[in-house]
């Protein structure tokens, strides 16, 4: 694993996460090529910023959960063979009800080239410390609709000021949002910016490189 990219929970400390796609609660249904362990993995710089954004949300009574940072190639071009294939309706439902899978390209859900594969973006969202629960923000991780675009009129208010919230936080700490996706957030000053990284995420090669 290049050197400068971390496990983000051995940095954020007492952060929360659920790598989905090394899980088979993720859109293509099973655990995708490259997400051999169920850890969030991340740039130093990537790290660093989300530790102030930690710090913020503590502050206020809420903390991260992360669901996705940096995603190899070869789980990209999974993606990108999995929706070309025929629609078997096993995720449909909880993932992409209003489009067909071949669309998750040109509505911006899916890309050939991902900011993920870069090592300094992230997908994450709040909970609260006093109750533990996610707070509501209108839309589950990977929900391919309207519902979860940042400017969406379809969610209750409340839910609308959670995601600017979420928003606040990231932005003043150097995140850029994405239009598309109110849990997606990258890094303004990324140290990689052209760079997409192929390596798999797995504890071995974690335990080589420090060798």
Same mark, same amino acid.
């Given at each position: =694993?290049?050197?400068?990219?971390?496990?983000?929970?051995?940095?954020? %400390?007492?952060?929360?996460?659920?790598? &989905?796609?090394?899980?088979?609660?993720?859109?293509? *249904?099973?655990?995708?090529?490259? +997400?051999?362990?169920? #850890?969030?993995? *991340?740039?130093?710089?990537?790290?660093?910023?989300?530790?102030?954004?930690?710090?913020?949300?503590?502050?206020?009574?809420?903390?991260?959960?992360?669901?996705?940072? +940096?995603?190899?190639? #070869?789980?990209?071009?999974?993606?990108?063979?999995?929706?070309?294939?025929?629609?078997? *309706?096993?995720?449909?439902? &909880? %993932? /992409?009800?209003?489009?067909?899978?071949?669309?998750?390209?040109? &509505?911006? /859900?899916?890309?050939? &080239?991902?900011?993920?594969?870069?090592?300094?973006?992230?997908?994450?969202?709040?909970?609260?410390?006093?109750?533990?629960?996610?707070?509501? =923000?209108?839309?589950?991780?990977?929900? =391919?609709?309207? #519902?979860? %675009?940042?400017?969406?009129?379809?969610?209750?208010?409340?839910?609308?000021?959670? #995601?600017?919230?979420?928003?606040?936080?990231?932005?003043?700490?150097?995140?850029?949002? +994405?239009? +598309?996706?109110?849990? %997606?957030?990258?890094?303004?000053?990324?140290? /990689?910016?052209?760079? /997409?990284?192929?390596?798999?995420?797995?504890?071995?090669?974690?335990?080589?490189?420090?060798?």
């Amino acid at each position: =694993m290049k050197k400068d990219f971390v496990f983000l929970d051995e940095i954020l %400390h007492g952060v929360r996460w659920d790598s &989905k796609y090394a899980t088979w609660d993720n859109f293509t *249904g099973k655990p995708v090529d490259g +997400y051999e362990v169920n #850890r969030i993995v *991340g740039t130093h710089a990537l790290a660093e910023a989300l530790l102030e954004v930690q710090g913020k949300a503590t502050a206020l009574g809420y903390g991260l959960l992360l669901w996705d940072g +940096y995603r190899p190639q #070869r789980a990209v071009n999974c993606f990108l063979h999995w929706s070309a294939q025929p629609e078997d *309706g096993l995720t449909k439902e &909880k %993932h /992409y009800p209003n489009i067909d899978r071949t669309e998750m390209i040109t &509505k911006g /859900y899916v890309a050939s &080239k991902s900011g993920h594969s870069r090592g300094s973006a992230i997908d994450l969202t709040l909970y609260r410390f006093d109750t533990n629960t996610l707070v509501p =923000m209108g839309s589950d991780f990977d929900f =391919m609709d309207e #519902r979860s %675009h940042h400017t969406s009129k379809a969610i209750p208010s409340n839910e609308v000021e959670n #995601r600017r919230l979420l928003c606040t936080l990231m932005e003043s700490s150097g995140f850029e949002s +994405y239009v +598309y996706e109110w849990w %997606h957030y990258v890094l303004k000053n990324e140290p /990689y910016p052209n760079s /997409y990284f192929d390596f798999p995420i797995s504890n071995t090669l974690i335990a080589r490189e420090r060798e």
